[in-house]
């Protein structure tokens, strides 16, 4: 039996070097569905901080480096852990960056109806 789940993408998420700064700057949207898998890469040629609420360092983005969260690795459908839907991400500069870019891809389920 089928189990009828697709792979989606939601809008890339992406912010210019020009527009970090010490303080935290939302990235894209909120993401519009739970998220199974999140994709974020610093392309930039300084460190990043990335926060979830806005106030919190969460991770450290070295530059050049990315991060892959697979939160829901061999999960069923509607069980396991996921990012939550309406998550902001939040970056600002560890030391200020002079080029490149931060992008955030975002994988969620669907089932089929």
Excluded: W
């Excluded at 998220?35 to 806005?54: C, P, T």
């Amino acid at each position: 039996m089928a189990l009828g789940i697709r792979a989606l993408a939601e809008e890339l998420r992406e912010i210019a070097f020009g527009s970090i700064t010490g303080s935290y700057q939302a990235v894209g949207s909120a993401t519009g569905a739970p998220a199974r898998i999140v994709e974020i890469f610093n392309g930039m040629d300084e460190d990043l901080y990335l926060s979830l609420d806005g106030t919190t360092n969460h991770f450290r983005l070295f530059a050049g480096s990315g991060l892959v969260l697979d939160l829901c690795a061999n999960q069923n459908f509607d069980k396991g852990m996921f990012l939550a839907e309406q998550t902001t991400f939040y970056v600002k500069e560890a030391n200020t960056p002079s080029s490149g870019s931060l992008a955030i891809s975002v994988i969620y389920a669907k089932g089929d109806t």
